[in-house]
């Protein structure tokens, strides 16, 4: 069963990023390099690696760092290797949004602020149907601002019931009460994300899986990925995608370019843009978390740097984390098996303690 994304207490994303720099081959792999040729004190990062590996921080799986377009650091941990595909949790998300942005690019998708109701044309008796729920947009999916009842809280609640379910996503998430006016209220929302997949479905004609196969993975050369998907074939874009850790870079790296990648625009620079932007404002919250974009997070800036960059995050159940430094020109991914809330926030915090502190 695909569990709920991350704990509702996590939030974090915001804007653009560098130029310059390699990216790796559509058709290779990473340009490798070392950390002291990338100016990282190698001694900080072997510390961390030390931890990681005698379990200190407990149940990481894997720690890439890729900085200037080189990876300088890649390590497996408990068994794991570079050839696993590793379940993202809500990482996929991420994943997902990159997808809006291309449909919208290709003229798919006419913006985010078409309504949800008008990708459904034909689908009839919606249950809870009111003008608040007509009024609903793409970017209130984006946004985790549906107004919606569904949340992740517990067995009985609407997420862990999609989940039980083999079929009939879309009318079930469509179906959910409003609470309140779509855009005014962030409540972590796995459904959102799942019925953008049928959104690009009902635009494209493919399954959101299918479409990124063509219009994601195999320009940034990802050869294999597995998602979970229920008896109609509909992907679980909300956290069922599997990938090795060094594709799950690239879509980091991607981000980090401003949506190129090898001479070729995969994304728009205005989506990248807006969805590393603080669309929805959460200081105050805890672990770190400052803000969310389109279905990225929003942490603050590094403490050495200017203190202007903000730093974004993909964050999934159990700690996984794409994370995107623009400041530093550094991705960091990190897989794991949390096992409870500080397991799977220590990503946050070593990023900041050794990684960040280790940018000479």
Not at 20 to 28: I, L, Q
Not at 79 to 89: F, S
Not at 118 to 141: C, S
């Amino acid at each position: 069963m695909i569990r709920p994304a991350i704990l509702l207490a996590l939030l974090a994303c915001s804007a653009g990023a560098p130029d310059a720099g390699p990216s790796p081959r559509a058709t290779g792999d990473w340009k490798h390099s070392t950390p002291a040729e990338q100016k990282l004190d190698a001694e900080r990062l072997d510390r961390l690696v030390d931890a990681l590996r005698e379990n200190e921080i407990r149940n990481i799986h894997s720690l890439l760092i890729v900085r200037n377009g080189r990876l300088v650091l890649e390590e497996y941990f408990k068994g794991h290797d570079a050839g696993e595909l590793h379940e993202l949790q809500s990482v996929s998300k991420s994943f997902t949004s990159a997808l809006v942005g291309i449909a919208i690019d290709r003229g798919e998708i006419e913006g985010v602020h078409e309504k949800v109701l008008a990708f459904f044309p034909d689908m009839e008796g919606i249950d809870n149907l009111d003008d608040r729920k007509r009024r609903m947009t793409l970017e209130d999916l984006l946004t985790m601002r549906s107004g919606t009842d569904y949340h992740e809280s517990g067995p009985d609640s609407p997420h862990f019931q999609l989940n039980r379910m083999n079929r009939e996503w879309t009318k079930f998430i469509l179906d959910r009460p409003m609470i309140s006016e779509p855009g005014t209220s962030f409540r972590y929302d796995s459904g959102a994300v799942i019925l953008t997949s049928a959104i690009l479905q009902a635009r494209t004609g493919m399954h959101a899986d299918a479409y990124a196969e063509t219009h994601l993975f195999a320009p940034l050369g990802i050869e294999r990925a597995r998602w979970y998907r229920n008896a109609e074939g509909h992907p679980h874009t909300g956290g069922g995608l599997h990938l090795r850790s060094r594709d799950m870079a690239k879509l980091g790296l991607l981000y980090l370019r401003k949506g190129g990648w090898e001479g070729t625009q995969i994304l728009p620079a205005s989506w990248v843009a807006e969805s590393l932007s603080r669309q929805v404002k959460l200081e105050g919250q805890s672990n770190r978390v400052v803000g969310y974009g389109y279905w990225w997070w929003v942490l603050p800036p590094a403490p050495g740097g200017s203190g202007t960059q903000d730093i974004y995050g993909a964050f999934g159940f159990k700690g996984q984390y794409i994370f995107v430094v623009p400041e530093y020109d550094i991705v960091v991914v990190v897989t794991a098996g949390a096992r409870n809330r500080d397991e799977q926030n220590a990503p946050i915090e070593f990023l900041y303690s050794h990684v960040l502190a280790a940018v000479r």
